[in-house]
């Protein structure tokens, strides 16, 4: 499998991304993850990791992946498509791995977690954002990606792949700016993600 799998699952996705027609939507302040300088800190929920990852490939942006089997199979994965993968998460290795992000983030890379990942639950952030956010002093940008027809599978995430042909909306709230106070910070980076789910629903509603 993991020979096999990581291997298909990028060719696979790279060839999916080519058929979707993708829109970015920002707001005040914030800024495409495509344009932004580096370093800086995304944020985004587990369920559109993979049109996460076919839209943001190639840009060697460092991502936070479970050490679990299924982790090995998406670091693997994401790794063929162009981002650096690294290992842990709020549950195993969770220290390690936020300071691994630590370094990728002063070489200068972009890095991203999810916020609610590896296990949820669904829409709820869980430390290791801000945990980040007060080892590397960045702001956190959060975003969304939701497809206007997709499939959505039966996990605690409610996993989403979008469907060939269909139209993507990715958003952009307002940026967090960095708090020294992690609650406040917390309650920040909730609400900034929540916003990005709200504007593509909205966005979809709209149409």
Known sequence: MLAVVPRAAAAVIRALMRTLRFEEICEPGAESALMHPRPILFAFWHRALLASAGYFRNQGIAILISQ?????????????????AVRGSSTRGGAAGLLAMQHSFADGRLVAITADGPRGPKYVAKPGTVKLAELTGSPVCAFY???????????????????????????????????????????????????????????????
């Open 68 to 84: 679990s089997f299924d982790g090995e199979l998406i670091a693997r994965t994401v790794e063929r498509l162009g981002f650096v």
């Open 145 to 207: 990606v939701l497809s206007q027809r997709a499939w959505t599978l039966k996990s605690w995430d409610a996993f989403m792949i979008p469907k060939p042909f269909s139209r993507v909306v990715i958003t952009y709230p307002t940026p967090v700016a960095f708090n020294p106070d992690a609650e406040a910070m917390h309650a920040a980076v909730q609400t900034a993600l929540d916003r990005s789910v709200e504007m593509a629903e909205k966005y979809w509603g709209d149409k």
